[in-house]
């Protein structure tokens, strides 16, 4: 845990700035690197990763370089997240998206409840997960049994669906990807499925 | 090519890119390179960042990179300075072409083998001399119907006719001598605006710095793609980089800087229309995929690694149907639906609009600002009856209905909308476990650290309890057309309380297992064509090749000392290669071309091939094997022991492209579908194939429009992510770059009387938008036939959400795409422009 830094009087303040002034040590031949820059007060900061409770490996979420990330959690929440130094491509860097990934899983206006409009409807509305779930469920089951094609005109077998659609899948896991491709299209029939290889 | 190896080129071309702004990590290795004294070069319409840290940069208008492209072709030519050995082993530059064969340069901008009624071609010309080539890729033919199949079988008889003299006048090299004869560094200069000395210096720099000894890589990013002639674009460097022998060798390559994190892993397990993962092709109803064997026999090459293709497809429905997959019904093919032409994401746009796609997902995608025509995206939404939208935050498509241009300027109410819509939490990277695939095949595994906030979950959790209600509600139906997803296996193990199924169970399945026994295979050359195999993704086997064996987890790069392939690092499909095409890296017999570009070699004494990579190429094959074609070879034994592109039917790289093209086996110049100017080099104007949805929605200018004279291009900013939601909800990265403008030339804004910061109007036939001007000298006008051509740039991140916001650009864009891939043409139109804001309601 951080210790409480205490809080001192402008005298202290001054005579501690005499002493501690990093000019005169550097002249002296200090190191301007790491000696020379301390003072009572930086000695007294803890780095931040020291409170984690926990970290892990992640990629960065934005572009496709593939930069390697370190997670650092406490008591289940993210407090720090940077590159991790061991990756060939990286080597501990970040570029400015990178570097936002903790404001990106932090962020103020990420939602965290469903939100429904009706049709019609002039607001959203807060539902339960799995209200949302078995509303979807059935709401492409009624258009897939409503559209689906067995034959064409000809008598060409096609077994698909042309009223439902998915886009998006770049931004996702390898195994989502699959898993969409797997049910949307070997289960359900669709062909519209399409992601931003093409944006 | 990997990206650390851009560190070992001699030369490196950017172009289609502005990389050290987009991919600014990546570029940190062409900053070595440039260190190491690699002659760093970019050419862009725009003086970017890039630009400014390179040693020659060339402007070019934008469009024009093909007669840029084609320039240096010529002069590699012309000054035979192309890489005899390796050229002349290792592409098809002496294949003889059938005589039937026309070009551009006798037909004035066309091929032969045009149908003028059908605006397509007939490929019988472009082909071997008395042999059919079957395309090496899936993607790029499937629009094409025609039965290549009983005419393919002809290249298991002998190796497709060559003379090695190259006097031959149909040989490829003499074709591509008259074809690029043209491509002067004079036309050059006129086509692209780039000076002719700018340009020789260029070739210069490329041509003194391959060959054995020396190594060139070319770098692009949707600068190139963002074409209607965006294939060609890539094509044409593929041509150089082939007569430069930059293939396959350390430093030596084409690098594909692609967009979103996983934008490889979600085309090699493609989330996309035309493709079954690995790059096995959807059925296709008007093709003769009839039946299994049908599709086999039409989809299979007989020469080359394709020739494993039934192996790879039989192994997949094994794994999506199971048990019910039996030699008897074909393994559950006909459970596959069929498509039945193009549906990819701007047909998309125009069948929401038109009612035909009544349900949509939206996973992580945001078309409103992120596809083209955002006013008939927003259309197509308020078209549907119902939409679920899974992101983090409140996205431009999620808010259509109360926050839309239509509603804003009075078209619609909120009221008569009648989609219903879901907004649902989604779970980020950290928040869940999986793989994402990078730039160069990577694929690296990423842990769950914490949980998503609230009801977040990830797309996994969703796609796989949907699909277990899914099968509860169709658990009692005994029709036909729901077999399929009564038979989808579906098994994944649960994790935990919140239900998130096994990311590892997932992958597992993806490397694939012998089946019923699900003892995972070590590798795709371990799949079986008889259901004793169950693989989800063949190219990704390796990935996890035993139990407690994830690779793509592995995190052991080499040291400063090792050979720097980091084969330790994660995983490369496949088989963990990290430069395809490696055996290149060797003369024809086995020998590295030179100590200092060492990285694959023959041991002969072992009989197998050695280095610091994973062999692409049989790994015992030796250099000296030749086909015994009296034995009429199929698949690899038709290739002999020095052509290293394996997956192409003859083992050489296709500088002539007999099939899988539709716009020609040669790239050509063609002005884009909205152009200011006449083409200056051909009476055809632009791509004869391109695609175009003829809509009242999607109207087009007409080239050299008065009403639209300036060029338009989009493109991106550092700080922020394309459809911008990760990054305009981002406080630091919204501070950083906190609303839209537009670049405008001062050239151009004193004609218009526009002032740094003032509101600008951008109009085109689509709609109009309003945004500051941000006066800049990066952007200059070009000169043409005594004309000035001005060019306009426009981020197109911005929309209304988040903290950083702006007028949409796509309202400006079309629904205009390559004939190949239907990528749209987003990075060539033409606009007006005026000083002024939009009237209310806007
Ligand atoms: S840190 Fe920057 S360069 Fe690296 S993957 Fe992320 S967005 Fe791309």
Known sequence: MRKPTRRRSLLDRIKSFGKEWSLPRQLQGQSHVDKAAESSMSRSLRPRLEEADSVGTSICPYCAVGCSQLVYAKDGKVIHVEGDPRSPINQGTLCPKGAATFGLLTSPRRIDKVLYRRPGGTEWEVKPLDWAMDRIAFLTKRTRDESFVRRLPDGTLVNHTLALASLGGATLDNEENYAIKKLFSGGLGMVWIENQARV | ?842
């Open chain 2, 1 to 842: 090519m990997p990206q650390w190896d851009l560190a070992n080129s001699d030369v490196i071309l950017v172009m289609g890119s502005n990389m050290a702004e987009n991919h600014p990590i990546a570029f940190r290795f062409v900053m070595q390179a440039k260190e190491r004294g690699a002659t760093v070069i970019h050419a862009d319409p725009r003086f970017t960042r890039t630009s400014a840290l390179c040693d020659i940069y060339a402007p070019v208008r934008a469009g024009s990179d093909i007669a840029f492209l084609g320039g240096i072709i010529r002069y590699i030519l012309e000054k035979d300075l192309w890489f005899k050995e390796y050229a002349l082993h290792y592409t098809n530059i002496a294949t003889i072409i059938d005589e039937r064969y026309q070009g551009p340069d006798e037909l004035d901008g066309l091929f032969s083998g045009w149908d003028e009624e059908g605006k397509r071609y007939t490929y019988e010309s472009w082909q071997y001399e008395g042999m059919t080539v079957p395309s090496s890729l899936a993607e790029h033919y499937i629009d094409t119907t025609e039965s290549f199949n009983d005419e393919t079988k002809r290249l298991s008889e002998g190796p497709p006719p060559q003379d090695m003299t190259l006097q031959h006048p149909n040989c490829v090299y003499q074709i591509m001598r008259r074809h690029y004869a043209g491509y002067t560094p004079e036309m050059v200069e006129k086509v692209t605006g780039c000076p002719a000395e700018t340009f020789l210096k260029i070739c210069e720099a490329l041509t003194k710095n391959s060959g054995p000894d020396r190594t060139g890589a070319i770098c692009y990013a949707v600068g190139w793609t963002h074409h209607s002639t965006g294939v060609q674009m890539i094509r044409a460097a593929a041509i150089i980089q082939a007569l430069l022998g930059n293939v396959g060798r350390p430093g030596g390559g084409i690098l594909a800087l692609r967009g979103h994190t996983s934008i490889q892993g979600s085309t090699d397990i493609p989330t996309l229309y035309d493709m079954l993962p690995g790059y096995l092709p959807q059925p296709h109803a008007f093709k003769p995929h009839e039946t299994f064997k049908d599709f086999l026999e039409m989809e299979q090459t007989p020469t080359g690694w394709w020739a494993n293709f039934p192996k790879y497809a039989v192994s997949l429905l094994r794994a999506w149907y199971g048990d019910a997959a039996t030699p008897e019904n074909d393994w559950g093919f006909d459970w596959l639906p069929k498509i039945i032409g193009d549906h990819s994401q701007l047909p998309m746009t125009v069948a929401m609009r038109d009612g035909v796609i009544r349900g949509l997902f939206l996973m992580g995608q945001n078309p409103v600002v992120g596809s083209s025509n955002s006013h008939m995206v927003q259309r197509g939404l308020a078209n549907l009856e119902w939409l679920v939208v899974r992101d983090f935050a409140e996205t431009e498509s999620a808010t259509f209905w109360y926050q839309g241009h239509q509603v804003r300027n009075g078209e619609v109410r909120p009221e008569d909308i009648k989609t219903e819509v879901f907004l649902m939490p989604a779970s980020l990277a950290g928040e869940k476990a999986g793989t994402f695939t990078n730039t160069h095949r990577l694929i690296q595994w990423h842990d769950r650290v914490v949980d998503g906030p609230g009801d977040s979950r990830s797309e996994l959790w969703f796609v796989h309890h949907l699909a277990k209600r899914l099968k509860a509600l169709y658990a009692e139906s005994d029709r036909p057309q729901d077999e399929p997803l009564k038979n989808l296996t579906w098994d994944y193990s649960e994790d935990d309380v919140m239900g998130e199924p096994s990311a590892d169970d997932v992958l597992k399945e993806i490397n694939g297992y012998t089946w019923p026994e699900r003892k995972q295979v070590g590798d795709y050359q371990d799949l079986k064509d008889d259901g004793s195999t169950a693989c989800g993704c063949w190219i990704y086997s390796g990935v996890y090749p035993a139990e407690a064996h994830n690779q793509s987890r592995s995190r052991c790069p080499d040291g400063p000392d090792g050979p720097g392939t980091h084969l330790g690092w994660a995983f490369a499909w496949p088989s963990n290669r990290r430069t395809l095409v490696n055996r290149a890296s060797a003369d024809p017999d086995g020998k590295p071309w030179s100590e200092r570009k060492k990285l694959m070699w023959w041991n002969a004494e072992k009989g197998h091939w050695d280095g610091h990579d994973k062999p692409d190429f049989p790994r015992t094959k030796s250099p000296d094997f030749k086909p015994d074609w009296d034995s009429q070879p199929q698949g690899m034994d038709a290739i002999g022991g020095a052509d290293p592109y394996i997956m192409i039917a003859d083992g050489k790289a296709s500088l002539f492209v007999p099939s899988g093209l539709k716009d020609g086996p040669l790239p050509t110049h063609y002005e884009p579908v909205e152009a200011p100017i006449r083409n200056p080099m051909y009476k055809v104007q632009g791509n004869p194939t391109a695609k175009r949805w003829e809509h009242w929605d999607n109207p087009l200018h007409d080239p050299g429009s008065p009403d639209y004279p300036y060029a338009l291009t989009t493109y991106r900013l550092t700080e922020h992510h394309s459809g911008g939601t990760p990054t305009r909800s981002v406080p630091t990265t919204a501070e950083l770059q906190p609303e839209g403008f537009a670049e405008i030339s001062y050239e151009l804004a004193e004609e218009l009387g526009i002032k740094n910061l003032d509101w600008v109007v951008l109009t085109t036939a689509r709609g109009e938008i309003e945004t500051r001007a941000l006066l800049t000298h990066r952007l200059r006008p070009f000169h043409y036939d005594g004309r000035i051509i001005h060019q306009i740039g426009l981020p197109w991140h911005f929309g209304w959400k988040g903290y950083a916001t702006g007028d949409i650009a796509n309202v400006l864009t079309a629904l205009i795409g390559d004939p190949n891939t239907s990528m749209h043409e987003n990075k060539a139109l033409t606009c007006n422009l005026r000083r002024g804001r939009l009237g209310k309601g806007h």
